[in-house]
């Protein structure tokens, strides 16, 4: 299986619904990529907090710190933007 295979499965494979063959073919390509592997992980870490439903207070600092590194980033990517139009 390639990574581009996977990526078309990786929802029916955190459904749980696709064939068994098929699954065995990504299992085996995860224990491999580990590309894949993290997409999955996260996505499958994502999925699962967003059921939870729960907040989560982030530790005193650490807000202020994500709250800097998004702006930056964002001011970045809008700077990039305009020098290549």
């Known amino acids: 299986m390639k990574c581009s295979e996977f990526l078309q499965e990786l929802t029916n494979y955190l459904d749980g619904v696709m064939d068994d063959r098929t699954k065995t073919e990504l299992e085996d390509h995860l224990a491999w990529c580990h590309n894949c592997y993290v997409v ?25 710190r994500l709250h800097d ?3 930056t980033k964002c001011r970045s990517s809008k700077s990039s933007k305009k020098s290549t139009t």
Do not use: F, S, V
């Open 40 to 64: 999955c992980d996260t996505t499958k870490k994502t999925i699962e907090i967003y059921r939870d439903n729960e907040l989560y207070e982030l530790p005193e600092g650490h807000r202020g």
């Open 69 to 71: 590194a998004i702006m």
